[in-house]
Structure formats: C-alpha cells, structure tokens
C-alpha cells in the first residue's frame, strides 16, 4: 500500500537535503545523529543519484540556476520541494521489491513527472521506526531550467516555461497520487485508494506529536520504575485519538442521531451539523474538530450509514437470528470470520496433496517420499473439515460452487480489461490534446500573418509545432472527434476510470484467490476419492 507524501521547504541550504537523505537523523529534532567521537553518522545500504545537474553536485547546480534566472532569492520563497513514495513494508518478501527496483522506480517516476527540474532521488530500505518498508525520497529544485511538454496535472502556461517554477496544487497531488496507485498495479504491488481519503486522517504534524509524546511517556515510565512506582499510562494518545475512540463508543450502541448526540454529550463532546458536515467540540477546545480532519469514518455519510445498520441490526436481533449461509462467500473469509482483523497478509489454508505415485515415477527420494506422506495426511484432515464446515454435501455441489466463482471471475476479469481499455483510450486522447494546446500560440501566430509568404515563413519557423498539431488533428479524425473536451473534464474522467480500475482490480484479486482455493479443496477431494480430474478443466484456475 504505498503512500505519497509532498512537503515544501524555503530552506536555501540545498545541501542540507543531501545531508538529510545520507546521514542518520533524529526524526524528532531533525539534527544529524553523531558517534561517540562527535562525527555524524552516514546512513547505510541507501541508493542515491541525482538528474539535470549536468556532473555538478546537486546544491551547487541548484544555487548556480537560481542565479541565472533569478529566482528563489527572497527569504519566502520555497526553494524545493520534497515528494516520499513509501511502499508496504510486505512488497519485500511478497513481491520481491527491492532497493534498486525502487530506486528504478522513483528515478522513472521523477523523469516522467517532473522534467526539466534538478532532483536528488534517493532510496532508503527502512523507515525511522524501523518497520520494514522501502522508501524514495524525490527532492526537486522549484526552479524548471527546461520547457517541457504541457503534464495533465499543470493549469497554467508558466508550468512548462523555463525559468518558472513548480506548483503543488491540490490537483497535482491527486494526480501524483492516482500514477503512484497506477504504478503499484503495473508492478503488481500493494496499494490503497490514495484519491477517496482513509478511515483515519492522521496528519504529519500530529503523528510526530505522537512519537514525541510516546518517547515523553516512556521516559516518564523509566523513571517511575526507578522509583519502584507502576506506570500510569503506556500508551500516549493525542487529542484527536482520544476523540475517535469516544466517538467510535458512542457510535457501537446508537441506533440513531439523537441516541449519538446524546452519548458524546455524557463524554463531554457535542457534535454539531453545518451544511449537511458534522463537527465535534470537546470541552478542552473553543473551536471545533471537522470531521474531514478526523478521517472519513466520521464524516456525516459514515455516521449515518453505521446508525442505519445498528437500528436494522437491532430489528433483526428481535426478530429472530440470521439463518446460516448455505455457502460462504469464501473459505478463507469462513476461516477468518471469527478472527480480529489484521493487516498482515492472509496465510493459504489449505494446500495441494502430493500425487506421490508420479514423484516417485519421477524419481523422488524416499526422504521426499516420507516427508509427501506426511503432507497428504495433514492436508487430507483440513480439507475434508474445510469441506464439511462448508455446508458441501456432495462433490457436485462443490463443483457446481468452484464454477459459480469461475464465472465471475472471468466477468471481473472483463469488466477489468475493458476499463483499462478505455483508460489507455482516455490518456492516449489526454497526451494528444495536451500536444495541441501546446502548440496553440504557434496557430495563432499563422493566422496572425497577412501575405501568403509571410505564412510560409511563418511555418517553416515553426515546423515542430505544426507537425505535431498536425498529428493531434489527424488523431482526432481517426477518432471521429467532432469537439475537443476540456482538458480539466478529461483529467477528472481520467481519475474517475482509475478509481474504478482500483476498485475492480481489488475484486478480481480477491475472486481469484476465492477460485483457488475452491480448486485446491477439489484437487484435494479428487486424489481422496481416486477420481480422474476432467480433461480441460482446473487448468486455468492455477495460479
């Protein structure tokens, strides 16, 4: 699940972010962690290289065009601009990434998004807390020393100018964050939707009020133990993560909004509605907490939706109990339903048993052989209790379930390609009409010219931008474009199609696990019985 962080900076010392992304840093203070002799300690097992700087070192190139055009003179200016692409601690073991994929990785993503800018990508293999995932720093000069093509994320003509600068725009951020989730996807890593916000919104400024409020806290504890005194608390909380608890409470058992109102307001808490938005006031505040600024959990739709399904739950629970799924929607969901939720990866419940006759025909060992005997019978025990549990009462029934989620599997899988399909469409229309604004002025330039000569001239000035608005036409033809969209409509349909290719790539994961697992446990049940598989089928649903 990788995650994009942007963070700007007026720091002029452009050295100071080399400094950072190769020696060791206390997160807290941000001051260069030294030895025992007083010297700082460089970081290890990092990769590190840096674009646009043509040979020099990154700080000096950076100060030498900052002079040559004259910007990022003034104290409030931002002079850089830092971008983090954190992967999930489980892409290592799952799905071999690496530092120097990464670095791969984070050096194509900085070409492609931000040309014509100096940058310093630098790949580390752990974050500070020590949890596991790779990351890559992008730091970039604010300062473009090249034109570059028009990008769907800029809005204005200085975007692509030399000698303009970089602008984070909120629509810039969604676009980064939707090609970070595209690139996850095409390198078959983990991912979240980084476009519809998360369930807890925790910012920068209150995680590390976190950290330093734990490392607060645990020195506390050091010291009261000294003294032979128990800890009061072991884990700090901010103010935010004692406000989602409460209102999670409250939230369990309410069955409508006056029911929740009135249970914050036991807690001290008073939840206010502006313009269809709930806000939450805390006796300790003048000003309330949004819950945009809480996490989507708590926002007027997700209160609602949970209040709605606590009352039915309550109707139903009154009634009479929910009769038993004749077939679960999937076995590792009937393993795990009773199980808290974690986000480790789901281990395999079941595995294949060893056809032992062909190994050894195969000439397998009698080490292997013993070892494959004990295998058969464990697996032999959990798929015949896997296969009961599950409400199968014949092999058919069992069949007739593995073609069930066979089939929609291969509709998942169809509806998937069809929206990368129109994806790719949408973004070869968005690079063309983005080469044809481009050349816009030069279009103009030409009608602009009086005499026929003048606009051969003309033409022959501007050959490039003429060929390529050319091209864009000839596309359009080919395409039966009548009318050109706009290209902010065509960014957000763009962002909308990968949304959706997110959503549908996750369902077809989670099917295609579904169907292996099912033609696992009838592969099991097959070799039991000494049935003969049929011929053509079982082959695709291997992975």
Same mark, same amino acid.
């Given at each position: 699940?990788?995650?994009?962080?942007?963070?700007?900076?007026?720091?002029?010392?452009?050295?100071?972010?080399?400094?950072?992304?190769?020696?060791?840093?206390?997160?807290?203070?941000?001051?260069?962690?030294?030895?025992?002799?007083?010297?700082?300690?460089? @970081?290890?097992?990092?990769?590190?290289?840096?674009?646009?700087?043509?040979?020099?070192?990154?700080?000096?190139?950076?100060?030498?065009?900052?002079?040559?055009?004259?910007?990022?003179?003034?104290?409030?200016?931002?002079?850089?601009?830092?971008?983090?692409?954190?992967?999930?601690?489980?892409?290592?073991?799952?799905?071999?990434?690496?530092?120097? @994929?990464?670095?791969?990785?984070?050096?194509?993503?900085?070409?492609?998004?931000?040309?014509?800018?100096? #940058?310093?990508?630098?790949?580390?293999?752990?974050?500070?807390?020590?949890?596991?995932?790779?990351?890559?720093?992008?730091?970039?000069?604010?300062?473009?020393?090249?034109?570059?093509?028009?990008?769907?994320?800029?809005?204005?003509?200085?975007?692509?100018?030399?000698?303009?600068?970089?602008?984070?725009?909120?629509?810039?951020?969604?676009?980064?964050?939707?090609?970070?989730?595209?690139?996850?996807? /095409?390198?078959?890593?983990?991912?979240?939707?980084?476009?519809?916000?998360?369930?807890?919104?925790?910012?920068?400024?209150?995680? +590390?009020?976190?950290?330093?409020?734990?490392?607060?806290?645990?020195?506390?504890?050091?010291?009261? &133990?000294?003294?032979?005194?128990?800890?009061?608390?072991?884990?700090?909380?901010?103010?935010?993560?004692?406000?989602?608890?409460?209102? $999670?409470?409250?939230?369990?058992?309410?069955?409508?909004?006056?029911?929740?109102?009135?249970?914050?307001?036991?807690?001290?808490?008073?939840?206010?509605?502006?313009?269809?938005?709930?806000?939450?006031?805390?006796?300790? $505040?003048?000003?309330?907490?949004?819950?945009?600024?809480?996490?989507?959990?708590?926002?007027?739709?997700?209160?609602?939706?949970?209040?709605?399904?606590? &009352?039915?739950? #309550?109707?139903? #629970?009154?009634?009479?109990?929910?009769?038993?799924?004749?077939?679960?929607?999937?076995?590792?969901?009937?393993? %795990?339903?009773?199980?808290?939720?974690?986000?480790?990866?789901?281990?395999?419940?079941? %595995?294949?048993?060893?056809? /032992?006759?062909?190994? $050894?025909?195969?000439?397998?060992?009698?080490?292997?052989? @013993? +070892?494959?005997?004990?295998?058969?019978?464990?697996?032999?025990?959990?798929?015949?209790?896997?296969?009961?549990?599950?409400?199968?009462?014949?092999?058919?029934?069992?069949?007739?379930?593995?073609?069930?989620?066979? #089939?929609?599997?291969?509709?998942?899988?169809?509806?998937?390609?069809?929206?990368?399909?129109?994806?790719?469409?949408?973004?070869?229309?968005?690079? %063309?009409?983005?080469?044809?604004?481009?050349?816009?002025?030069?279009?103009?330039?030409?009608?602009?010219?009086?005499?026929?000569?003048?606009? /051969?001239?003309? @033409?022959?000035?501007?050959?490039?931008?003429?060929?390529?608005?050319?091209?864009?036409?000839?596309?359009?033809?080919?395409?039966?474009?009548?009318?050109?969209?706009?290209?902010?409509?065509?960014?957000?349909?763009?962002? %909308?199609?990968?949304?959706?290719?997110?959503?549908?790539?996750?369902?077809?994961?989670?099917?295609?696990?579904?169907? +292996?697992?099912?033609?696992?446990?009838?592969?099991?049940?097959?070799?039991?019985?000494?049935?003969?598989?049929? $011929?053509?089928?079982?082959?695709?649903?291997?992975?």
């Amino acid at each position: 699940m990788a995650t994009f962080k942007h963070i700007s900076s007026k720091n002029a010392d452009y050295g100071a972010a080399e400094q950072y992304l190769t020696f060791e840093h206390d997160e807290f203070t941000m001051k260069p962690t030294l030895d025992g002799n007083g010297q700082i300690v460089p @970081r290890t097992g990092y990769l590190i290289s840096s674009l646009n700087c043509g040979g020099e070192d990154f700080a000096i190139a950076c100060m030498r065009s900052n002079l040559k055009y004259g910007k990022n003179q003034k104290r409030e200016d931002v002079k850089s601009h830092h971008y983090i692409i954190s992967f999930d601690p489980r892409d290592a073991p799952d799905n071999g990434l690496t530092v120097d @994929r990464a670095q791969a990785l984070g050096e194509e993503f900085c070409k492609t998004h931000f040309p014509g800018h100096q #940058a310093l990508v630098c790949t580390h293999p752990d974050g500070h807390n020590h949890s596991g995932n790779i990351h890559v720093h992008i730091v970039i000069n604010s300062l473009r020393i090249k034109e570059v093509p028009l990008l769907p994320y800029m809005e204005r003509p200085a975007d692509t100018r030399e000698g303009c600068k970089h602008r984070c725009t909120d629509a810039a951020m969604e676009y980064f964050k939707a090609e970070v989730m595209e690139m996850c996807h /095409r390198e078959n890593l983990y991912q979240i939707d980084l476009l519809n916000g998360s369930k807890n919104r925790v910012t920068e400024r209150e995680y +590390w009020a976190k950290q330093k409020g734990q490392a607060a806290l645990d020195k506390e504890n050091v010291s009261l &133990a000294a003294a032979g005194e128990p800890p009061k608390l072991t884990k700090f909380e901010t103010d935010k993560e004692k406000l989602r608890r409460t209102i $999670r409470t409250a939230l369990s058992s309410a069955t409508s909004f006056e029911d929740f109102s009135g249970k914050l307001l036991q807690q001290g808490v008073t939840v206010k509605e502006s313009r269809r938005r709930l806000s939450y006031l805390t006796p300790d $505040r003048t000003k309330p907490i949004t819950a945009r600024k809480l996490g989507d959990d708590f926002d007027r739709a997700a209160v609602l939706e949970a209040l709605t399904i606590n &009352a039915q739950n #309550a109707v139903r #629970a009154a009634e009479k109990p929910l009769p038993k799924q004749e077939y679960p929607r999937s076995i590792k969901d009937r393993l %795990q339903r009773n199980k808290a939720a974690i986000n480790a990866p789901k281990q395999d419940s079941v %595995q294949r048993m060893v056809d /032992r006759e062909a190994k $050894r025909a195969e000439g397998k060992g009698i080490g292997y052989d @013993r +070892w494959a005997a004990v295998h058969n019978l464990k697996q032999m025990a959990a798929t015949m209790s896997i296969y009961e549990e599950s409400g199968f009462s014949s092999p058919e029934e069992l069949e007739a379930a593995l073609a069930a989620a066979s #089939a929609g599997l291969h509709e998942t899988t169809g509806k998937l390609k069809a929206v990368e399909s129109t994806l790719r469409e949408k973004k070869d229309l968005q690079k %063309q009409l983005l080469a044809y604004i481009k050349t816009k002025p030069a279009r103009d330039g030409l009608k602009a010219q009086k005499t026929e000569k003048a606009r /051969r001239n003309y @033409r022959e000035q501007h050959e490039s931008e003429f060929m390529i608005a050319e091209a864009a036409t000839r596309y359009f033809k080919a395409k039966g474009i009548q009318k050109l969209p706009a290209s902010k409509a065509l960014q957000a349909e763009i962002e %909308q199609l990968t949304r959706e290719k997110n959503s549908l790539y996750n369902e077809y994961r989670e099917k295609k696990e579904n169907v +292996w697992e099912l033609q696992t446990v009838k592969n099991n049940i097959d070799q039991i019985l000494h049935r003969e598989p049929e $011929r053509g089928k079982g082959r695709e649903n291997e992975r």
